[in-house]
């Protein structure tokens, strides 16, 4: 599986920015995708989940309710709508794959895509 994210770039605070990550493989309808930012000099972290039906979301507390995850089947394809943006969202934001049924640690996926950088300024 190969993952290719995009749509980040430089927004104020409070704005939005919707995030993709288009997968090639025959087996994205089967997998949880997630995404993960790292802050300069900080680890890599979650933000958020979604099972390969969509029927489960898992969102890290600092995002709830600003952030929301989607992913269209058809398209090969998984979303992150990020709205009122801080500053301290700003991150490279990463979409990652696996197989697992549920998973919130960077450990526990195989595939990565290439990250795409996303500023905030207050």
């Known amino acids: 599986v190969q993952l290719q994210a995009s749509g980040g770039g430089l927004v104020q605070a409070g704005g939005s920015l919707r995030l993709s990550c288009a997968a090639s493989?025959?087996?994205?309808?089967?997998?949880?995708m997630g995404w993960f930012r790292q802050a300069p000099g900080k680890e890599r972290v979650f933000v958020v989940a979604?099972?390969?039906?969509?029927?489960?979301?898992y969102y890290a507390d600092s995002v709830k309710g600003r952030f929301t995850i989607s992913r269209d089947n058809a398209k090969n394809t998984v979303y992150l709508q990020m709205n009122s943006l801080k500053p301290e969202d700003t991150a490279v934001y990463y979409c990652?794959?696996?197989?697992?049924?549920?998973?919130?640690?960077?450990?526990?996926?195989?595939?990565w895509g290439q990250g795409t950088q996303v500023t905030v300024s207050s």
């Open positions: 990652a794959a696996d197989g697992r049924t549920v998973a919130v640690r960077a450990h526990e996926y195989d595939y």
């Open positions: 979604v099972s390969w039906s969509a029927g489960s979301t």
């Open positions: 493989g025959r087996t994205f309808r089967r997998l949880l």
